[in-house]
T-cell receptor, first 114, second 113 residues
Framework: NAGVTQTPKFQVLKTGQSMTLQCAQDMNHNSMYWYRQDPGMGLRLIYY???????DKGEVPNGYNVSRLNKREFSLRLESAAPSQTSVYFC?????????????FGPGTRLLVL | AQTVTQSQPEMSVQEAETVTLSCTYDTSESDYYLFWYKQPPSRQMILVIR??????QNATENRFSVNFQKAAKSFSLKISDSQLGDAAMYFC??????????FGKGTKLSVIP
């Protein structure tokens, strides 16, 4: 089992460019999440999908869109990248959206917007 | 919104010694879970230990244990017999029913050989 995988590992964008971060999990989990991590901060939730076919905003959704493509895959799109979106992005999944459910994280995507 | 506070941005410990990382949180809920995640230089987030608020017994996982003080809203992590591989960022996190996982800002732990 690969667990949670993310592509790409690293990306450099120019301001205004668009890109999609891909995430896939092979644990048959129902819930998936996108976080960003900035220096000196913990992880902040961007969007999540409690189950296939649903998505909801998290703490910092502005400038992002998501698609839950199927049960395995959850993508994050930046339509017009801004320098403030320079960050490390983590995808996570959990069996269900309950409070006790452990979230399993991918290795992260480092994004630099110039 | 819930808040999680880790008051120690950095800490260090001698190899084989014991270290305690602090975490406090703010909530009006009575039922929730608390987590400690480890983030080594590889950036992978790894669950270290979790605690259910209703359980009075402190959780333990090998060399890792917690001191959960519900009334004080405190959830500290104790690492015994520290090893070089324990060097990492440690994040405390909170989650209640119907809410999302909220992280503290992290504590960077260095292990001195």
């Amino acid at each position: 089992n690969a667990g949670v995988t993310q592509t790409p590992k690293f990306q450099v964008l120019k301001t205004g460019q668009s890109m999609t971060l891909q995430c896939a999990q092979d644990m048959n989990h129902n819930s998936m999440y996108w976080y960003r991590q900035d220096p000196g901060m913990g992880l902040r939730l961007i969007y999540y999908s409690a189950s296939e076919g649903t998505t909801d905003k998290g703490e910092v959704p502005n400038g992002y869109n998501v698609s839950r493509l199927n049960k395995r895959e959850f993508s994050l799109r930046l339509e017009s990248a801004a320098p403030s979106q320079t960050s490390v992005y983590f995808c996570a999944s959990s069996e269900a959206p309950g409070r006790q459910e452990t979230q399993y994280f991918g290795p992260g995507t480092r994004l630099l917007v110039l | 919104a819930q808040t999680v506070t880790q008051s120690q941005p950095e800490m260090s410990v001698q190899e084989a010694e014991t270290v305690t990382l602090s975490c406090t949180y703010d909530t009006s809920e009575s039922d929730y879970y608390l987590f400690w995640y480890k983030q080594p230089p590889s950036r992978q987030m790894i669950l270290v230990i979790r605690q259910e608020a209703y359980k009075q017994q402190n959780a333990t996982e090998n060399r890792f244990s917690v001191n959960f003080q519900k009334a004080a809203k405190s959830f500290s992590l104790k690492i015994s017999d520290s090893q070089l591989g324990d060097a990492a960022m440690y994040f405390c996190a909170y989650r209640s029913f119907g809410d999302q996982l909220t992280f503290g800002k992290g504590t960077k732990l260095s292990v001195i050989p």
